[in-house]
């Protein structure tokens, strides 16, 4: 514990936010628009559908919806796999046609990491 005038500057300093932040928060959320933004936003208040819904058909909806998105996470495996393909074939390709000898900036970027310089 620090002492002193400094230290009673310190626990004056600690006391005011100890009490300031429960004091401005209590002002701050007593506001109803405040209440209303972030109701809204953490969506706290989410009241029943409408009765008059049809739930068969919203079903139908979210089951549509899902399979949507499973066709869209197939397609985007796909590309991904083709993406893979290339890069592999790209990598193979350089790595044949490549002589032994290494580009300074490759020699220079393992040298600062700390790798071999060998290739």
């Given amino acids: 514990?620090?002492?002193g005038r400094q230290g009673l500057y310190l626990e004056a300093w600690k006391f005011s936010?100890?009490?300031a932040v429960p004091i401005f928060a209590s002002v701050y959320y007593s506001d109803p628009e405040a209440q209303q933004y972030w109701a809204?936003?953490?969506q706290y208040i989410k009241y029943p559908e409408n009765p008059n819904t049809n739930v068969k058909e919203k079903i139908q909806e979210l089951a549509k919806?899902?399979?949507r998105m499973r066709e869209q996470r197939i397609a985007y495996k796909e590309q991904l796999r083709?993406?893979?393909e290339a890069a592999n074939r790209s990598q193979t390709y350089t790595e044949e046609g490549a002589s032994n000898d290494v580009s300074w900036w490759r020699?220079?970027?393992r040298w600062i990491v700390g790798g071999s310089t060998q290739p």
């Fill in 1 to 3: 514990m620090v002492k």
């Fill in 17 to 19: 936010v100890y009490l």
């Fill in 40 to 42: 809204d936003y953490w």
């Fill in 65 to 67: 919806e899902k399979e």
């Fill in 82 to 84: 083709s993406l893979q």
């Fill in 107 to 109: 020699r220079a970027g």
